[in-house]
């Protein structure tokens, strides 16, 4: 059995999710309910933004959306790799590091 996380590239014209305000989207897409195990995912970024913005919003981007095929939810605090809109925040805050340690099963491949 694959256990990956894909990274998608797609220009914003090529894609129903990304927009101009909708930068990222992941997500698990394998999860072995019995044990909540993630073994799969992937998160799709568009390649209009990678362009448009720098360095450290980029990173921000990737983890922001690695979070997401990990599992983790959007996150209200701005302290947060996680918070809904994206920021500068380059290192995790608690609630990033509270929500990694709830995931129940890491992956076992």
């Known amino acids: 059995m694959n256990r990956n996380i894909a990274v998608y590239f797609i220009p914003d014209s090529e894609s129903s999710i990304i927009t101009r305000s909708v930068v990222g989207y992941g997500t698990p897409t394998r999860v072995f309910s019995d044990t909540k195990e993630i073994v799969s995912g992937y998160f799709v970024v568009s390649t209009d933004y990678l362009v448009r913005t720098n360095t450290e919003r980029r990173r921000v981007l990737f983890m922001h959306e690695l979070g997401h095929a990990l ?27 509270a929500g990694i340690q709830a995931i129940e099963k890491a992956c076992s491949g």
């Not at 209200?76 to 918070?83: E, L, T, V």
Request: glycine letters at 12%.
């Open 71 to 97: 599992g983790l939810a959007d996150s209200d605090d701005p302290d947060n790799i996680m918070f809904r809109y994206l920021d500068t925040t380059v290192s995790l805050g608690a609630g990033d590091i």
